[in-house]
């Protein structure tokens, strides 16, 4: 059983930054894909961003292209996801979420993930 935990969400201003974290525990979290997903109060769950097992490869929603970015330390289990330049409309619960493999047409899609975790709220609000 993999679990994850996110961390790092608050309260930012408009323009400021956050890095989240997503920490594996369980089964060995460079075994698997990770994606941040995030959700609104009202709102579908959007997908943000994904990387590979080992970070090659990274997608991103044209929403936070050029604004966020996504890494990650295996050998501290550990995935990130750096928010920069933070709009109003980022603020929602940030999810991870892991998978062992993924079609890469597919990163976007939720129901390729098997582990969730709990989520971290995200604030964006002067």
């Known amino acids: 059983q993999l679990s994850l935990v996110e961390s790092g969400g608050g309260l930012v201003q408009p323009g400021g930054r956050l890095r989240l974290s997503c920490a594996g525990s369980g089964y060995a979290l460079e075994d698997y894909i990770v994606a941040w997903f995030r959700q609104a109060p009202g709102k579908e769950r959007e997908a943000v961003s994904y990387i590979s097992k080992n970070g090659d490869l990274t997608n991103y929603a044209d929403s936070v292209k050029g604004r966020f970015s996504i890494s990650r330390d295996n050998a501290k289990h550990t995935v990130y996801l750096q928010m920069s330049n933070l709009k109003p409309e980022d603020t929602a619960t940030y999810y991870c979420?892991?998978?062992?493999?993924?079609?890469?047409?597919?990163?976007?899609?939720?129901?390729?993930?098997?582990?969730w975790g709990q989520g971290t709220q995200v604030t964006v609000s002067s």
């Open positions: 979420s892991a998978a062992g493999y993924v079609p890469g047409s597919k990163w976007s899609s939720g129901n390729e993930y098997f582990y």
